[in-house]
């Protein structure tokens, strides 16, 4: 199964489709869906430094490495700069610490994993570690469009990517159009809505499934891609990541992707960025 890139803004290719490390904090769970993920043809991994996972990712990618499996200029590897160090001089030393995890020489993408903190010192520091090669690309995650847009206002390298929360029942097509504006590819965190709305079994997207021999996910997956996002979802069974992967012998017809549009409700039911407590929260994890 060939994955589809997408060509980001300073030209490094990004898969559509990756896959994605956030809760499997067991070192040995996370190692062995890392390698599994690799296997039936992921080669987006994404991971954070608050995941506490980076080194079981960088295990497994050096195995797959050594073993043949895949080579390293194929992967594309993804981690990301917690709140606690959002300074300058905090993302110089974070990154180094990820990179060591990681068992890496150069990252294929760093992001701001918050818009808290000092953002700004954070982002002159990953600029010029990309000005160094150090990093292929550059993102943020979690930026709502007003974040987004006040940031990509000031700074002079664009975020390649921005990484929120994209599913069928939050679809947020209004901040995916503010991002094109910018050059900033939108990718999908929880693009399976973490379970909700019985998203597995959903009658509108079991029925479209029907139509191509594909299940609800996969097509709630390949909604997601067809509109231009980046998706990484997660499992640590196999028999699903090899069905998450599958997505790339079918198209959506524009009824189809009418129908689940129409799924939207608006606002996420997961994380809600805008109340305080979860702003106090989010700045109170400390990674030690």
Not at 146 to 161: L, R
Request: aromatic letters at 10%; proline letters at 3%; a negative charge.
């Amino acid at each position: 199964m060939t994955v589809e890139n997408v060509t980001l803004s300073n030209g490094i290719k990004m898969p559509l489709e990756g896959f994605g490390v956030f809760q499997v904090p067991d070192a040995a769970v996370c190692k062995q869906a890392v390698l599994d993920a690799i296997s039936v043809g992921n080669r987006l991994i994404d991971t954070a430094a608050i995941y506490m996972n980076e080194e079981a990712v960088g295990d497994a990618v050096k195995e797959s490495i050594e073993t043949g499996l895949v080579k390293r200029e194929d992967l594309f590897i993804t981690t990301k700069l917690w709140t606690s160090y959002m300074s300058y001089e905090g993302a110089k030393v974070a990154f180094e610490r990820s990179l060591k995890k990681l068992k890496l020489d150069y990252l294929d993408m760093y992001m701001l994993h918050q818009p808290y903190g000092d953002v700004y010192g954070a982002w002159k520091a990953m600029v010029e570690l990309y000005n160094e090669g150090k990093i292929k690309a550059l993102g943020v995650a979690n930026f709502s469009i007003g974040k987004f847009t006040e940031f990509a206002e000031i700074v002079d390298v664009k975020p390649h990517v921005n990484q929120i929360e994209l599913h069928p029942f939050f679809s947020q097509y209004a901040a995916i159009e503010n991002m094109k504006g910018y050059g900033t590819v939108p990718q999908a965190w929880a693009p399976l809505a973490e379970g909700k709305h019985g998203i597995f079994s959903h009658p509108v997207l079991s029925a479209i499934g029907e139509k191509y021999g594909k299940t609800a996910a996969q097509v709630a997956l390949k909604w997601n891609a067809q509109r231009g996002v980046s998706i990484i979802p997660k499992s640590v069974h196999k028999e699903r990541m090899e069905q998450n992967i599958d997505i790339w012998d079918f198209t959506l017809s524009a009824e189809d992707m009418k129908q689940i549009d129409a799924l939207d409700i608006g606002h996420s039911e997961i994380i809600d960025h805008n109340n305080p407590e979860v702003v106090r929260y989010i700045l109170s994890a400390k990674l030690e």
